[in-house]
């Protein structure tokens, strides 16, 4: 029997802690807060999407980085043993749009509460308010953990700390630096899903939402990404699904390289908009353009559209020229934005960047410098786009690392 300590209990590390308590180990879990799994509370805006009901050709698809390290995990325990493993325990799931699986419920409290049903049931030892402070390593092996409480003697130790997005939730970096510490590389953090600030002044359109828009984004000429979907207009930039996926694409990149765009009516090409705008102009034609445009766009986001166009919103529009009527259709188009930095840790819904993946032994989560040191969530250098992707990952990392510790 080995004896396991694992360090963070959100939902890698409490699922590590099953998984280890259920092979017949002696296991306890270190949380430094007053309760389990606090950023899990707050996913999916207090309703969990914990996963999602795809096959895992699908879902590595949706792994940004860490996809090919992830392999095994994911179709060792997929989001359908997951769903099944949570159901086993009580937790009723349900699968709504994009695949996406919540608590029927709608309560993510009642996640966490499953998890930990799952741990004491498992035989496993939890304690809050415990800080961890170290990983004792003697000759290249585990043998200890220093906490706020004490000392522990183990034999291995699951580090499921997190990364540092939302540090309220508790995700300090602490992991990155007992890896550093043990010998490890980590790759640089940077904030994932999360909003993109720009360049330009954007309070006149904050608070517009859109849907069926094209967002694209180009480093010198080559296009990096462009996806359909739903995007907001903030005071700093934009935001909204669209733009939390494309900044999971572009946050390891020079921003000052990158150009977006957005296709405001990607279903009309050009030839179709300018015919579009013609019929528009025609029935309409001695209104002002600021009026007329708002068949197409909401009032402020056409006059924000007509004023980088270059053309007055006072013209009538009978009096638009061909050669304005066209900037306008390459405007609506190829509406052209700079962006001037991410949004932070406090609002990036994951970490991208971590444990050095090429030092972590993929089929079971433990270091290939440290014996008996495993790694479980987003820890690792390993993130995904939304939609349960990366609990999912959280959970099959947590639960190769704790089945991998032999009794």
Do not use: W
């Amino acid at each position: 029997m080995a004896r396991v300590i694992v360090v963070g209990g959100g939902a890698a590390g409490l699922m590590a802690a099953y998984a280890s308590a259920a092979r017949g180990n002696s296991v306890i879990l270190l949380e430094q807060n007053e309760k389990l799994g606090k950023k899990i509370y707050i996913t999916g805006k207090g309703r969990c999407n914990l996963t999602n009901d795809c096959l895992p050709d699908e879902f590595l698809q949706n792994v940004v980085h860490g996809a090919k390290f992830m392999t095994g995990a994911i179709y060792s325990f997929s989001p359908q043993k997951t769903m099944a493993f949570l159901e086993s325990y009580g937790l009723a799931v349900k699968t709504e749009r994009g695949n996406r699986v919540f608590p029927v419920s709608d309560h993510a409290s009642d996640v966490t509460k499953t998890l930990e049903k799952a741990c004491l049931k498992a035989g496993v030892m939890i304690k809050l308010n415990e800080k961890v402070a170290e990983i004792k390593v003697v000759k290249g092996s585990v043998r200890g953990v220093i906490s706020s409480q004490g000392k522990y003697d183990c034999d291995c130790a699951v580090i499921c700390t997190g990364g540092l997005s939302y540090p309220s939730t508790g995700s300090t970096g602490d992991g990155y630096r007992f890896a550093s510490a043990c010998g490890h590389s980590v790759s640089p953090c940077v904030p994932s899903l999360t909003g993109i600030k720009l360049m330009e002044d954007c309070v006149s359109v904050q608070g517009i939402a859109l849907k069926n828009v094209v967002l694209s984004a180009r480093c010198a000429d080559k296009v990096i990404s462009s996806r359909m979907g739903e995007l907001l207009f903030t005071h700093y930039g934009i935001s909204g699904p669209l733009v939390l996926s494309l900044s999971a694409e572009i946050n390891r990149m020079p921003l000052k390289d990158i150009t977006l765009s957005i296709d405001y009516k990607p279903s009309l090409d050009v030839q179709k908009l300018n015919a579009r705008l013609l019929r528009d102009f025609s029935d309409r034609s001695n209104e002002r353009l600021k009026n007329v445009m708002r068949g197409l766009l909401p009032q402020n986001l056409a006059m924000f559209v007509l004023n980088r166009a270059g053309v007055s919103s006072e013209k009538q529009a009978n009096s638009v020229t061909k050669e304005e009527r066209f900037r306008l259709v390459k405007t609506l188009k190829e509406f052209v934005l700079k962006p001037a930095d991410l949004c932070g840790f406090h609002e990036a819904v994951v970490t991208s960047g971590g444990v050095n993946l090429k030092e972590v032994n993929p089929k079971t989560m433990e270091s290939k410098i440290v014996k008996g040191l495993y790694f479980g969530g987003e820890v690792l250098d390993i993130d995904a786009f939304t939609g349960g992707f990366n609990l999912q990952l959280a959970f099959s990392s947590g639960f190769i690392a704790g089945n991998s510790i032999n009794v």
